[in-house]
C-alpha cells in the first residue's frame, strides 16, 4: 500500500461514532489496497495531506446539502426528500424519520412512499393501498390495490378493476378507471394512455379528454423539445408536437433526434435531420450518440468529430477521442499515449498520461502516469499527485454519510 505524509489538516470538521462518519468540507475521497489487498476508504485534502486514514469500508453520498450525520440504526434509504425526509426501516415496518434520524411517523406500514408535494404518500394496510398525511395519518383510506405517487398537477394514477383512473388528494374520481393503460402525468398536463388491450395508444389531458386521438400502435412521452416519438399502424416511426401533428418524416425504425439531428446508417453511419435529409453523410464507420454538444466519428480508423449543426470540427486524425466534457476537453490519443484536445481539435494537455478519464463537475481528472495513479486539472497540473498504486477517487463538496 502506498504511503504518503501523516499531515492531519483541520479544513474539515468530521464526528466519529462507532460506525460512521460525517465530513461537511471540500475533500477527496479515496480508496487504497492494504497489506490484504482489500480496499480501505479515507480522506485527503487537495495536497494529498491525510485527513481520515484508509480504514472505512464504504463511502456512500448524500445528495442534499442539508445532510448531517445519522446513526446507521435502521436499514433506510440513503437521500431524504424536499422535506428533509426518508423511508426507514424497523422489525419489518417502514416508517419515515428526519435528519435527526427521530420518527417522523412510527414504523407501521408494509409499505410507504414518498411526500408529494401535496403533502401526502402512499402507505399499505392488510395489503390494500391509501395515502397518509405527514403525520401518518390515513386521508385517502387504503382500499385501491394498485397506486401512484401523486404528480405535479394534484393527481394519482389508480388501477381498480384492472382499468386505469385519477384521483384527487381527496381520494375522489377526475378521472374515472377506464384505460386499460396510462402513464403518470409528467411535468404538463398531458399523457399517454390506451382504452383497450392490444389498442392504439394517444394523450388524454388531466380531464381524461383526448388532445392526440389513440391512433398510434406505440407513442412515448414528450421530450425536452416538446416532442414525442409514435409508431403508426403502417409500421412507421415519426414525431408528432402537442396538438398531435407529425413534424417529421417517417422512419423504417427507431429514431433518437438531439437538437434535430439523429445517427443513422445506410452501409455506412451519418445523421439526419427531422425531414429524413442527410446532414452528415453516411460514409463513417462508427458515430458515438452526442454528448455536450458534439459526435464522435470514426474514419479509415482515425477519429474526429462534428458539432451540434452537422458541421465538422475535428477531421478525422486521431488514434482516437473519448466523449467531451462539459469544459470543452476530450480524452485523445497520439502514439500510445493520452491527453486532452479542445472543440478546435488542438492539444490542451498534451498526450503523456497512460490512461485518461472524463472532467468531472469540479473540473478534475484522474489519470495515470508513470504507472500511478493521480488528478489534474483542466491547465494539466497534478491536484494530487501521481503516486498512488490504486485510487478511487471522488471530490466530496456536501456532507456525506459513511458507514
Known sequence: MNKFIYKISLISSFFLTSNAIAITNNLLGFCLKDTAQQLKCGFMDNKANLVVAPKLDYIAPFPSKKMPLIPHRYAYKEYFDDNGFTTAHKNGKSGIINTKG??????QFKIIGEFAKNGLAFATKNDLYGYINKRGEWV????????????????ARIT???????????????IPPRFWSAEDFGGDDITEATEQENGLYGFINNRGQWVVQPQYRYIGAFNEEGLAEVYTKDGKFAYINRKGKIVTALFDSHTIFYKGLAERKKDKWGMLNTKGEWVIPPEFDYIKNFYNGYVIVKKNDKYGAFDSKGKLVIPPKFEWIQSFSANGLAEAEQNGKYGYINTKGEWVIKPQFDETHFFDSNGLAKVVYDGKYGYINEKGKFIVPAKFGFLYPCIIKKPYYYK
Open 102 to 107: 427521530k420518527w417522523v411517523i412510527n414504523p
Open 140 to 155: 385517502i383510506p387504503p382500499r385501491f390495490k394498485r397506486v401512484s405517487d401523486f404528480s405535479a398537477n394534484g393527481l
Open 160 to 174: 381498480e378493476n384492472d382499468k386505469d383512473g385519477f384521483i384527487d388528494k381527496q381520494g375522489k374520481w377526475v
